[in-house]
Each structure stands twice: as structure tokens, then as C-alpha cells.
């Protein structure tokens, strides 16, 4: 659910991995890093050190019996705050990837094949995840209307406010409706580039009048990529290390669209915080695409991607193909039946 600085959180827990665990033996590039000893505080508010101190608890995703995202999903884009058709056009682009009109047109390795390894997740019935992802509607709220700094409570209140709107307010669609507010990079949020890039949840009845799954992610373009972008900027605590370029050549949003995937995965298989997690803890689950964070390739661990593919027109490193010859660079995600983070692009599949 939170979405955090990759490597520092990765190599805790890849240090912390117990050798008998079925777990790939990613590389730990920097073993003294300082990022440890100097973000202790940040992980302990973030509840990271519980989670990740145990580590066997790590692989132990479990099921706890609620209900995963069955039914069809419909996307609705809340744009917060100032976009441009160009950005846009990426992040819509990544929704309509993932299960494309036309799955003959999109070259391997795809969003949509990424996909499937969050449709390996099932219900209680045996339903899966569903295959079908969709663009729906899609609401401006270009006035910022709940201001520059939000909260995780006044998120709720953007929400209201865009499917009671006076003007084409968003479908109300608590089966397969997920609200995707996306705020512009001068948009302020709680602990966003301390720890957070993304989260999801669902609206209170309270607050919404519907318990509605949604997520948000904040554009960290010239406010912290370093953090929420990685690896299109990395932050001066890795040295020598060189930032990707990105395949859209907007590294704020070219980063957001790795956490809208994160974000998506996790909310299709965990939408009640009921259904798959890790860790004993339900106030700070460790869910499907926590587990992965910072792994986009084979070999991918501790601040390394793993093995990228280059575009050679743009030079762009991305790992996934979309609709229209779109390019992405999109996280890994759990595989419960290897035990580990898998995605299309792998090496050795
Ligand atoms: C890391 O620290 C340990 C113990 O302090 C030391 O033995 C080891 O050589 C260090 N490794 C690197 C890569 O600096
Ligand atoms: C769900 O999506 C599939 C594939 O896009 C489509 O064939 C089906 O009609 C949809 N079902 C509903 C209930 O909308
Ligand atoms: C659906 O989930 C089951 C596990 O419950 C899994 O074995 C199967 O491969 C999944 N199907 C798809 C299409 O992913």
C-alpha cells in the first residue's frame, strides 16, 4: 500500500531474508549503504522496520478471505491540479495497455502479459482477478478544490466532490469502479516524498456516501523523482549510480506510471485490505507489489533495476510494451506460486 525509497526498504529485507526461504538471490550491491542508518526514524513511523524486521513473515502472503477485484475494472482519472494533453496521453495510454482492444497489435513483452501475474490471484470461489481493465471517465478538477496540500482524509473529500459534481459528475461504480486521483507535481500530500509515492484505500460512506476503491499518486516531478521517480533520478546517497531515461521523457510521470501499476495491483487483490497480504499487521500490510518495489528485471534487488530494455530512438530504458508502440517502465509483482516477483520481461522464464 505505501510505496516507498526502493532500495532503502529492499535491501532491509534483502539482508534480512533468511537463506532457506525460497527467495531469488537478488544482488546486495550496497551492503553499508548509508541510506540505512540514515533514514532509522523514517522507517520506524512508517511501521517499516516491524515489517520488515521479521522477514520470514515476508513470503507468507496469505489470504484473508475477503474480496479481490472480480468483476471488470473501469479507471476514472481524477486530474488534480494542472496536466498537459502530453501527460495525459501517457497515463491513459498505460490504463488502455492492459488489456488492450487490439492484444495482437502490442508487442511482448506487454502491459497486459504483466497483468496476468496479478490475475493469479483468486477469491475464496476460485474467481480470479479479472483480465478486463478499462478507461472510463474521467473528471478535471483544475482548480485544486480542496487546495495545494492535501491529506489522506481530504483525498476522500476530491473524491466526493468529482462524483457529485453538478457537472458530469463520475459514475458511481463500487463493483468495478476505481478512482484514480492523480495530482500535479505542485500538489502537496502527507508524507508524500518522506516515504509515500502512492496509496490506496476505500471511501468511508461517511465521507463519500459509497465505499469506493481508490488510489491516489502524485506527480513527484521537481519535487522529489529522486524518491518517487527512481531510477529516472537517483538520489545523491547512491553514488556513481546513472538515471534512466524515460521512455516518455517525463520522468515525474513516467515514474507515476510504475506506481499507478503498483497501486492497481494491489488494490485489484487487496481492494478491503481483507483479502492478500503479508504480515500480521492489517494497519501496515505488505501486499502484492510492496513485496517488489524497485524490481523491474532479472536480477533486480537492493538499488540495481535489473536487466532493462532500451529503446533505441529514444534511449529511453523501459520494460514493457503498450498500446499504439507505447513504452514503460512498470515494477514487478509477487508471484504466489514461484515465491517470487516476476514480470513478462524476465530472462529466464
Ligand atoms: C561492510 O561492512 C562490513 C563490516 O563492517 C565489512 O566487513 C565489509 O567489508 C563491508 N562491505 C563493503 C562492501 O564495504
Ligand atoms: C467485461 O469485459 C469483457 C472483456 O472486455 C467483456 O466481454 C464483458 O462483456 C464485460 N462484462 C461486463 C459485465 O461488462
Ligand atoms: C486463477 O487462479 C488460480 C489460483 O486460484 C490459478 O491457478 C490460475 O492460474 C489463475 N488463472 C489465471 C487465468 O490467471
Not at 463520475?170 to 508524500?192: A, C, I, K
Not at 459509497?210 to 538520489?235: H, K, Q
Not at 517502465?329 to 524476465?346: K, M, R
Request: aromatic share 12%; net charge positive.
Amino acid at each position: 500500500m505505501r510505496h516507498a525509497i526502493p532500495f532503502v526498504l529492499l535491501l532491509i529485507f534483502c539482508l534480512s531474508i533468511p537463506a532457506n526461504l525460497a527467495w531469488r538471490p537478488w544482488p546486495y550491491l550496497f551492503p553499508n549503504s548509508s541510506a540505512i542508518s540514515g533514514e532509522p526514524d523514517t522507517e520506524r513511523e512508517l511501521g517499516a522496520s516491524k515489517k520488515y524486521e521479521g522477514s520470514s513473515e515476508f513470503v507468507h502472503l496469505r489470504y484473508h478471505m475477503g474480496p479481490v477485484l472480480t468483476a471488470n475494472i473501469t479507471v476514472h482519472p481524477i486530474w488534480y491540479g494542472t496536466w498537459s494533453p502530453a501527460q495525459k496521453r501517457v497515463i491513459r495510454a498505460f490504463i488502455r495497455s492492459i488489456s488492450p482492444v487490439d492484444h495482437a497489435a502490442v508487442h511482448q513483452p506487454s502491459v497486459s502479459a504483466w497483468w496476468r501475474t496479478v490475475r493469479l490471484y483468486s477469491d475464496r470461489t476460485g474467481s480470479n482477478i479479472t483480465a478486463a481493465v478499462c478507461l472510463g471517465a474521467e473528471k478535471n478538477d483544475r482548480r485544486y478544490s480542496h487546495g495545494k496540500e492535501l491529506t489522506r482524509l481530504s483525498v476522500q473529500s476530491v473524491i466526493r466532490t468529482a462524483v457529485t459534481a453538478r457537472n458530469r459528475p463520475l459514475p458511481v461504480n463500487p463493483r468495478g469502479g476505481f478512482y484514480l486521483l492523480l495530482t500535479s507535481s505542485d500538489v502537496g500530500m502527507e508524507d508524500f516524498c518522506g516515504n509515500v509515492c502512492g496509496f490506496h484505500y476505500f471511501t468511508f460512506p461517511s465521507v463519500v456516501g459509497y465505499t469506493l476503491p481508490y488510489a491516489w499518486v502524485g506527480n513527484s516531478g521537481g519535487r522529489c523523482a529522486e524518491v518517487c521517480a527512481y531510477p529516472f533520478a537517483i538520489p545523491s546517497y547512491v553514488p556513481g549510480r546513472r538515471a534512466e531515461r524515460a521512455p516518455n521523457g517525463d520522468v515525474g510521470v513516467d515514474g507515476m506510471v510504475s506506481v499507478i501499476g503498483h497501486e492497481l495491483a494491489e488494490m485489484a487483490s487487496n481492494p478491503l485490505i481483507n483479502a492478500w497480504y503479508a504480515g500480521g499487521d492489517p494497519s501496515f500490510p505488505t501486499e502484492i507489489a510492496d513485496l517488489c518495489e524497485g524490481i523491474y528485471g532479472t536480477g533486480g534487488g537492493g538499488s540495481y533495476t535489473g536487466q532493462l530494455l532500451v529503446d533505441r530512438r529514444s534511449g529511453g530504458s523501459y520494460n514493457l510494451n503498450g498500446v499504439g508502440g507505447a513504452k514503460f517502465l512498470v515494477q514487478w509483482i509477487w508471484n504466489p506460486y514461484l515465491n517470487y516477483c516476476s514480470g513478462p520481461n524476465a530472462l529466464d522464464k
